[in-house]
């Protein structure tokens, strides 16, 4: 079956220790973004990458890092900069062609800071 | 630059009941309209979209939308509703650019949380 997987479904991390979390996906999308959902606050944009080796900053950024080396896969590092990394992370892709804006989601990863 | 707003964080309605879940947005040229749904702990499904065309919308699950340009509003209804229905729903837009391809970023409004009384 065609989709997005996302690992680990839950992750606990210690203050001041990087973390990663993993996407991938079979479904030859070209595009594929991470999102930071928050409650009460909805999906905000972190990253995404409409090509491979290229990637663009999302209106939240700051304290991520992401890479995109191969279509497949477009991990996204939570660095010890993010001031408040406890959240629910969802990774989304985009076939590419005329725009219709469906994107494709994984089932989230929830990341706690304890 | 392009906003949604859902005014209605949560929506108690008794089942077999009607529904309206609002969506009204801002932006300064054409945009693409979507509604998501999200039940708990999984990712983002797509229920309707509205790209060109009939303002009426139809969607998965019995859901349809009304796009109306002059309001700049785009909401979610239903004639009948089921405990299945339980869920976080998402509305979102984005730009139409030059070449009739969204900007490459949706946004996403703050979510409605529907919840069906038996």
């Known amino acids: 079956d065609g989709g997005i997987t996302q690992s680990p479904k839950y992750l606990f991390r210690k203050e001041g220790q990087n973390v990663t979390l993993s996407c991938e996906q079979n479904?030859?999308?070209?595009?594929m973004y991470w999102y930071r959902q928050d409650p009460g606050q909805g999906l905000r944009l972190i990253y995404y990458s409409q090509i491979v080796n290229d990637f663009q900053k999302g209106d939240i950024a700051e304290g991520y890092s992401v890479s995109r080396e191969k279509k497949e896969s477009f991990p996204l590092t939570v660095t010890s900069a993010q001031k408040n990394p406890t959240a629910f992370y969802l990774c989304?892709?985009?076939?590419?062609?005329?725009?219709?804006?469906?994107?494709?989601f994984g089932e989230g990863s929830r990341l706690t800071v304890l | 630059a392009q906003s949604v707003t859902q005014l209605d964080s949560q929506v108690p309605v008794f089942e077999e009941a009607p529904v309206e879940l609002r969506c009204n947005y801002s932006?300064?040229?054409?945009?693409?309209l979507f509604w998501y749904v999200q039940y708990p702990n999984q990712g983002l499904q797509l229920l309707l979209k509205y790209l060109s065309g009939s303002t009426l919308v139809k969607g998965i699950n019995g859901f349809e939308a009304e796009f109306n340009k002059s309001q700049t509003s785009f909401h979610l209804r239903k004639p009948s509703v089921h405990i299945s229905d339980t869920a976080e729903y998402f509305c979102a837009v984005s730009e139409i650019g030059l070449t009739n391809f969204g900007n490459e970023k949706l946004t996403f409004g703050t979510g409605t949380r529907l919840t069906i009384i038996p």
């Open positions: 479904l030859n999308h070209d595009a």
């Open positions: 989304a892709s985009r076939g590419q062609g005329w725009y219709t804006g469906e994107l494709f």
């Open positions: 932006s300064s040229v054409s945009v693409y």
